[in-house]
Structures are given as C-alpha cells and as structure tokens.
C-alpha cells in the first residue's frame, strides 16, 4: 500500500500536499491524483500528467497568451484504485474521459465608429462537459496576447473603444470542466471605421 494511499481523497491530498509544505496545494498549485485510465487520456498527456499516481500541477500563460502546464508526478502508484465515485473535483486537470471541445462559429472581425462592439464565439464540449472561455487582446502591431479582465462568457461586449484601438485583434481560449484540450478561436480585428 503506498504511503497516501492508492486512490484520490481529500485525506489522501492532504498528506501528499504537506509533503509539499503546501497542504492540499498552494494558490499556484493543485494535488491531483491520476488512475491508469485518466494515465492514457491524450488531454491529460497534453498537460505532462502521463502515468497513475500523484501529481503537482499548475497553469501559467506564456508572453503569447498560449496556457502552459507544469505537472511534476510526485509519487508513482502502481496500482491505484479507479474510483468510480471519485471524491476530488479535479476533472478539469485529469480528465476522467477523452473529451474534446467544438467551436461551430468563430468569432467574426466587427467594425464600429461609436466604439461599441460585440466578438461571439459557438462552442461545445462532448462528454456532458461545460465550455469555459478567456478573451484575448493583442494591440495592433503587437505580438502578445492578454487575458481580457472579466471576460469569461461566449461574448465579449466592448464599449468605449477609442479610434486608437483599430487594428486590435481578439481571440478566446475555450476548456471545459471535464479537462478537454484547450481550443483557441480564429483571431478577429477591431476596425473603427468613418
């Protein structure tokens, strides 16, 4: 029997976690535990997450808007129990199954001369899995990409844009609760016109 035990609880997160001197993960940082049928999900391999045991893992985004994953496997189990009534909410890290993300209508380019604007994306996620979504924003000529703050829903409602803002491209990152592999739309621009 391993030395936290052999299948995902908050008891056993926990002792994985203060080995970490973190308990059950920093605000940077998440305990996750991988049986061998979330081990072989492509999403997962995606993530570093590639064999069953227990893992730290964590997100960042890079100087050109993409997500990153760092997951450093922490201790390898051999024969963890798949647990099919799983007490950890951490599917959006390990997914349980394959699932994958579909956008059915990008975003479309808008032109605006009072500065109003709205970009909308389509998406869905099978496997019963919610869409979550990120807008970015790079600045015309520009060549990273920012999170727009508080943009998180299929629509990006601007207003107040300025004349200085033409050229300026949006985009979404889209995931989804049960760890599909993130999708990112096509990128449109913001025109003012005259």
Not at 33 to 45: H, M, P, R, Y
Not at 65 to 84: D, F, I, Q, S, W
Not at 169 to 180: F, H, I, P, S, T
Request: proline share 2%; hydrophobic share 40%; aromatic share 6%.
């Amino acid at each position: 029997m391993s030395l936290y035990g052999r299948v995902d609880s908050a008891a056993n997160q926990t002792a994985v976690g203060r080995t970490r001197g973190n308990g059950a993960g920093s605000a940077t940082e998440t305990i996750v535990f991988v049986d061998e049928t979330e081990a072989g999900l492509a999403a997962n391999k995606e993530r570093g997450i590639t064999a069953p045991g227990w893992w730290a893992y964590r997100t960042y985004t890079d100087a050109a808007g993409n997500t990153r994953h760092k997951a450093e496997h922490l201790m390898v189990l051999t024969n963890p129990e798949a647990n099919a009534d799983e007490t950890l909410a951490d599917d959006t890290i390990a997914a349980d199954v394959q699932a994958l993300i579909t956008i059915s209508a990008q975003p479309t380019a808008q032109t605006t001369v009072s500065g109003a604007a709205t970009f909308s994306v389509t998406a869905s996620c099978d496997n019963s899995g919610t869409v979550t979504y990120q807008w970015q924003k790079k600045l015309a000529g520009g060549s990273r990409w920012t999170n727009v703050s508080g943009a998180t829903s299929a629509s990006l409602v601007l207003a107040g844009q300025t004349a200085d803002e033409d050229g300026d491209q949006y985009r979404v990152k889209l995931n989804a609760d049960v760890g599909a592999p993130e999708v990112i739309s096509t990128a449109v621009a913001l025109t003012f016109g005259t």
